[in-house]
């Protein structure tokens, strides 16, 4: 099963807010007009509320929408509620997103077929959160998750099965951009190919669709044709795990700028210096350190904008604020072509534990880990705007802001 919390963020504050019920609910920065709407209910979408859309045209398509400002520690805190539901059904759960989740119930339908088990998470779902959820059902992954994304959304019961049984009836006639993974680049190929269904790729021999892939695509398409061929067909061996995270590679953060503060070298600095600390800061919370320093920034001249991405390699790995602040600053410095920078962006690759490090002649590095790790632990007891950088304090800084944020959004 694939299954989907109907605009979470919004169901989360309407079952907060009682009186909301039958009103249009959006969320979204209520003192931002220029901001976006990250989720809306049915009944603001009746009215052509649309998400990533505005907040002040959406007001203008609706007059009396209610937008409330994102509660993002709610809406983590209410996501693992709902995952715990899911784990009293089969320990076999898998979160894809906030609001969607992987379960394979093969080994649970002794509680009735997958519909009954469906009704059951969504009844169960309902009552503790308030969360009315969608379910696809399928034989794979990628068949629960098509499932719910172009069938059991559309539902009254929010459930749809798709398997054997129905896939050349129900799926393969939908449009080849409702199929999962297929944006519009891959559509307009697609369609440049004859290709205009699901379908019409499921019923290509694997063979023809490859040349085609290759004669629009160039020769190392090869491995996407089969993967779309796959899909189409709803093959997927996939299974669904309870982990979420393989092998660490890399500790990033980057931030949206507005351009027109930051056309100066000082001020930009400011925020690459506190991307730098909260890079590091998680490096060390993870137990890593890196080799590898990358930046990578969007300018403007206000009517392009031109992006660029750099990277170099330390003499030793580490996770020391001031060490991968020099690299990144050095690396900038070069690469900035001097216009507004609308993006910024810090990566430290090639990780190592943390567990030895190098010593040097000239800096005292233990002392120096010391000092960072009881930063670090003020931060997680206090707050993360319990101790910081005097620059911070500065107009051009964002770390207070984000102190008060999770993903650049409000707790």
């Given amino acids: 099963m694939l299954i989907d919390g109907q605009s979470f963020y919004a169901s989360v504050e309407k079952a907060a807010h009682p009186e909301y019920r039958d009103k249009p609910v959006a969320v979204g920065d209520p003192e931002r007009r220029s901001g976006i709407i990250l989720a809306a209910c049915p009944v603001a979408?009746?009215?052509?509320?649309?998400?990533?859309?505005?907040?002040?045209?959406?007001?203008?398509?609706?007059?009396?929408?209610?937008?409330?400002?994102?509660?993002?520690?709610?809406?983590?805190?209410?996501?693992?509620?709902?995952?715990?539901?899911?784990?009293?059904?089969?320990?076999?759960?898998?979160?894809?997103s906030i609001d969607e989740q992987f379960l394979d119930v093969t080994g649970s339908l002794s509680r009735g077929?997958?519909?009954?088990?469906?009704?059951?998470?969504?009844?169960?779902?309902?009552l503790s959160t308030g969360v009315w959820s969608r379910v696809g059902v399928g034989p794979s992954k990628i068949l629960a998750k098509m499932a719910t994304d172009n069938f059991a959304k559309k539902r009254p019961d929010g459930i749809f099965k798709l398997g054997k049984g129905n896939l050349e009836s129900d799926l393969w006639p939908l449009p080849v951009h409702q199929m999962f993974m297929v944006g519009n680049r891959m559509t307009h190929h697609f369609r440049r190919m004859g290709l205009q269904t699901i379908g019409d790729i499921a019923r290509t021999d694997l063979g023809e669709f490859k040349r085609k892939m290759r004669r629009e695509m160039g020769k190392q398409s090869d491995i996407?044709?089969?993967?779309?061929?796959?899909?189409?067909?709803?093959?997927?061996?996939?299974?669904?795990?309870?982990?979420?995270?393989?092998?660490?590679?890399?500790?990033?953060?980057?931030?949206?700028?507005?351009?027109?503060?930051?056309?100066?070298?000082a001020d930009i600095e400011v925020v690459l210096l506190e991307l730098v600390i909260?890079?590091?800061?998680?490096?060390?919370?993870?137990?890593?350190?890196?080799?590898?320093v990358a930046v990578g920034a969007a300018e403007t001249d206000g009517e392009r904008t031109f992006s660029f991405g750099r990277q170099t390699t330390l003499p030793h790995a580490t996770s020391l604020t001031h060490e991968v602040a020099a690299a990144a600053r050095k690396l900038f410095a070069e690469h900035?072509?001097?216009?507004?920078?609308?993006?910024?962006?810090?990566?430290?690759?090639?990780?190592?534990?943390?567990?030895?490090?190098q010593l040097t002649l000239f800096e005292d590095r233990a002392l120096l880990y010391d000092l960072e790790r009881a930063t670090d632990s003020i931060k997680d007891r206090f707050g993360d705007a319990a101790i910081m950088r005097a620059s911070s304090l500065l107009e051009s800084g964002v770390a207070r802001e984000r102190a008060a944020q999770i993903g650049g959004h409000y707790r």
């Fill in 113 to 126: 077929d997958a519909g009954d088990l469906a009704h059951q998470i969504q009844t169960k779902v309902l």
């Fill in 45 to 96: 979408k009746a009215r052509g509320v649309t998400t990533a859309e505005r907040v002040g045209e959406a007001i203008a398509k609706c007059p009396d929408l209610i937008v409330v400002r994102p509660r993002m520690q709610t809406y983590i805190t209410i996501s693992l509620l709902i995952t715990e539901i899911y784990e009293s059904f089969t320990d076999l759960v898998e979160p894809y």
């Fill in 224 to 265: 996407q044709a089969e993967y779309y061929w796959q899909t189409a067909r709803g093959i997927d061996p996939s299974p669904v795990v309870a982990s979420v995270r393989g092998a660490l590679k890399s500790v990033s953060h980057g931030k949206a700028l507005r351009a027109s503060l930051y056309r100066k070298l």
């Fill in 336 to 357: 900035w072509r001097g216009m507004a920078i609308s993006r910024l962006f810090i990566s430290l690759t090639q990780l190592s534990d943390d567990d030895a490090y």
């Fill in 278 to 292: 909260e890079v590091c800061r998680r490096a060390r919370r993870l137990g890593k350190q890196g080799r590898v």
